[in-house]
């Protein structure tokens, strides 16, 4: 994207600021990183075609024009340790409602219109892009597949992707599950998110902007998340005490005088709130989705069609056993086909899988994978997880009283839950085991079938279970 001049009175405004570093503010470091920034550059833009593709992507240049000015801005302030000559750093506008707003590797940033329309300064938009902006710089989203196992890293460009966008259209991109589990790479850690707010600050406050105002509008981004509004919170998991930790280090970095408002801004939110009600990101999903990418599997590919609605066979009681990668064997129906994608795998009998909306689905068998936690006990991180279940399945019904018992030789929690399945809109059981791996990631079983059938698939389930032995 071509360089823009800022306005006359928004550069008059940054003469007013002043800032002195001070030697009380937090150091940052980029995380280890097996990728290189040439990595980043083309996963960036093997996403950004997608988001294209998937995304109501705004050409409007007004929008575009302002948030480039802010956008350039941040990146000029850049600390130099975190520059890399191979970036091009764009920002572009989404005719969305909701409050978010993500940035791929390499450095296309996406800004939501709801963000724009929901924000009270320019400070709290400038707030958001510069913690976006600094998940970039750290290069965040490699890092996150750097710690992936062979198991779980996949296709990396679409995890990126899938980890970044979050919400519903994330997890189509991702090739998320029929559930829309959160899975290894659907979001940041709160350690990642930590560092993008620290060095997101420090940005600010050398381009001028006051930091408080990224802490103002996180606080308004929570409260938006309480009534069910935002999925930015989904992807981006609060570090703890975030407004009190941002707020102390504004008050290291010193910046006075800074703008917090400004008539371009002004005339952005009138221009905006002038225009049809932009939809949801769950209301964009539904009626546009045109993903056709499918999984990539070991041992084939998911076909491109809906599962049968005519018979499916029984478990079979003969058993095979499969190794997934590095991380564990198992055995399973010999009937059941493997079917791996991004970050799981799935074992269904034929004509239980399928695709739709590009999306990996399956109503009879079983889904294994890895999900990230940052809560290093097992009920707490199984609660995240039926809770991202949730999130994703409003007619989801899951109790929290678990059963104890063992997995691979590791202690295990094992629950029920029903729900309604989009496929079919019949009532479906579903079993959920659960263990910690060693780094502390929660190692996930999900066994599906209809309700009327459970009682012919809860035995295979358990048998499967009971089956895993970890590699590692």
Same mark, same amino acid.
Not at 131 to 138: I, Y
């Given at each position: 994207?071509? =360089?823009?001049?800022?306005?006359?009175?928004?550069?008059?405004?940054? $003469?007013?600021?002043?800032?002195?570093?001070?030697?009380?503010?937090?150091?940052?470091?980029?995380?280890?990183?097996?990728?290189?920034?040439?990595?980043?550059?083309?996963?960036?833009?093997?996403?950004?075609?997608?988001?294209?593709?998937?995304?109501?992507?705004?050409?409007?240049?007004?929008?575009?024009?302002?948030?480039?000015?802010?956008?350039?801005?941040?990146?000029?302030?850049?600390?130099?340790?975190?520059?890399?000559?191979? *970036?091009?750093?764009?920002?572009?506008?989404?005719?969305?409602?909701?409050? @978010?707003?993500?940035?791929?590797?390499?450095?296309?940033?996406?800004?939501?219109?709801?963000?724009?329309?929901?924000?009270?300064?320019?400070?709290?938009?400038?707030?958001?892009?510069?913690?976006?902006?600094?998940?970039?710089?750290?290069?965040?989203?490699?890092?996150?597949?750097?710690?992936?196992?062979?198991?779980?890293?996949?296709?990396?460009?679409?995890?990126?992707?899938?980890?970044?966008?979050?919400?519903?259209?994330?997890? #189509?991109?991702?090739?998320?599950?029929?559930?829309?589990?959160?899975?290894?790479?659907?979001?940041?850690? =709160?350690?990642?998110?930590?560092?993008?707010?620290?060095?997101?600050?420090?940005?600010?406050?050398?381009?001028?902007?006051?930091?408080?105002?990224?802490?103002?509008? *996180?606080?308004?981004?929570?409260?938006?998340?309480?009534?069910?509004?935002?999925?930015?919170?989904?992807?981006?998991?609060?570090?703890? @005490?975030?407004?009190?930790?941002?707020?102390?280090?504004?008050?290291?970095?010193?910046?006075?005088?800074?703008?917090?408002?400004?008539?371009? *801004?002004?005339?952005?939110?009138?221009?905006?709130?002038?225009?049809?009600?932009?939809?949801?990101?769950?209301?964009?999903?539904?009626?546009?989705?045109?993903?056709? @990418?499918?999984?990539?599997?070991?041992?084939?590919?998911?076909?491109?069609?809906?599962?049968?609605?005519?018979?499916?066979?029984?478990?079979?009681?003969?058993?095979?056993?499969?190794?997934?990668?590095?991380?564990?064997? &198992?055995?399973?129906?010999?009937?059941?086909?493997?079917?791996?994608?991004?970050?799981?795998?799935? *074992?269904?009998?034929?004509?239980?899988?399928?695709?739709?909306?590009?999306?990996? &689905?399956?109503?009879?068998?079983?889904?294994?994978?890895?999900?990230?936690?940052?809560?290093?006990?097992?009920?707490?991180?199984?609660?995240?997880?039926?809770?991202?279940? =949730?999130?994703?399945?409003?007619?989801?019904?899951?109790?929290?009283?678990?059963?104890?018992?063992?997995?691979?030789?590791?202690?295990?929690?094992?629950?029920?839950?029903?729900?309604?399945?989009?496929?079919?809109?019949?009532?479906?059981? #579903?079993?959920?085991?659960?263990?910690?791996?060693?780094?502390?990631?929660?190692?996930?079983? $999900?066994?599906?079938?209809?309700?009327?059938?459970?009682?012919?698939?809860?035995?295979?389930?358990?048998?499967?279970? =009971?089956? #895993?032995?970890?590699?590692?």
């Amino acid at each position: 994207m071509a =360089r823009v001049r800022t306005r006359a009175s928004f550069a008059a405004a940054a $003469v007013l600021a002043f800032v002195t570093t001070a030697a009380a503010q937090t150091p940052v470091s980029a995380p280890k990183n097996k990728y290189s920034p040439a990595d980043d550059v083309k996963l960036g833009r093997e996403a950004a075609q997608q988001v294209d593709k998937e995304m109501p992507v705004m050409g409007d240049a007004q929008i575009n024009r302002y948030l480039e000015s802010i956008g350039r801005r941040l990146a000029e302030n850049i600390p130099p340790e975190f520059r890399h000559s191979e *970036f091009r750093y764009s920002f572009t506008g989404v005719n969305l409602r909701d409050i @978010n707003a993500f940035a791929l590797p390499g450095g296309p940033m996406y800004i939501n219109r709801g963000m724009i329309e929901k924000a009270r300064t320019e400070g709290e938009v400038a707030g958001v892009m510069a913690h976006e902006l600094s998940h970039v710089a750290l290069r965040h989203g490699t890092a996150q597949a750097t710690k992936a196992t062979p198991y779980a890293i996949g296709q990396v460009a679409g995890q990126i992707l899938g980890a970044i966008v979050g919400g519903t259209k994330g997890q #189509i991109i991702a090739q998320g599950s029929q559930f829309g589990l959160g899975t290894y790479f659907m979001k940041f850690s =709160r350690e990642y998110e930590k560092q993008a707010d620290i060095l997101g600050s420090h940005i600010m406050a050398a381009a001028g902007y006051d930091p408080r105002d990224m802490a103002n509008v *996180f606080r308004t981004i929570e409260k938006e998340s309480g009534s069910g509004g935002p999925q930015w919170m989904s992807d981006h998991p609060n570090p703890g @005490n975030r407004y009190e930790y941002i707020t102390k280090e504004a008050q290291a970095l010193r910046v006075s005088n800074a703008p917090r408002d400004t008539a371009q *801004f002004r005339s952005a939110q009138s221009y905006l709130r002038s225009l049809p009600q932009a939809p949801t990101s769950e209301q964009w999903a539904r009626t546009h989705s045109t993903n056709t @990418n499918q999984p990539a599997g070991t041992s084939g590919r998911v076909p491109d069609s809906r599962p049968s609605t005519g018979t499916i066979p029984r478990p079979d009681s003969r058993y095979q056993t499969y190794s997934e990668g590095n991380l564990f064997r &198992v055995n399973v129906p010999a009937n059941w086909r493997e079917l791996a994608s991004n970050n799981s795998v799935t *074992f269904a009998p034929e004509g239980a899988y399928g695709t739709m909306n590009g999306s990996s &689905v399956f109503t009879h068998g079983v889904e294994m994978g890895v999900s990230r936690s940052e809560n290093h006990d097992l009920q707490t991180a199984t609660d995240e997880l039926l809770e991202s279940l =949730r999130q994703s399945n409003p007619r989801l019904s899951a109790s929290r009283n678990y059963d104890r018992g063992s997995i691979g030789g590791r202690q295990g929690l094992h629950t029920t839950a029903t729900n309604v399945s989009d496929l079919t809109g019949g009532q479906e059981a #579903i079993d959920l085991y659960t263990t910690l791996l060693a780094d502390g990631s929660l190692f996930y079983v $999900v066994g599906v079938a209809p309700r009327d059938e459970y009682s012919a698939y809860s035995g295979a389930f358990r048998n499967v279970v =009971r089956s #895993i032995q970890f590699t590692r």
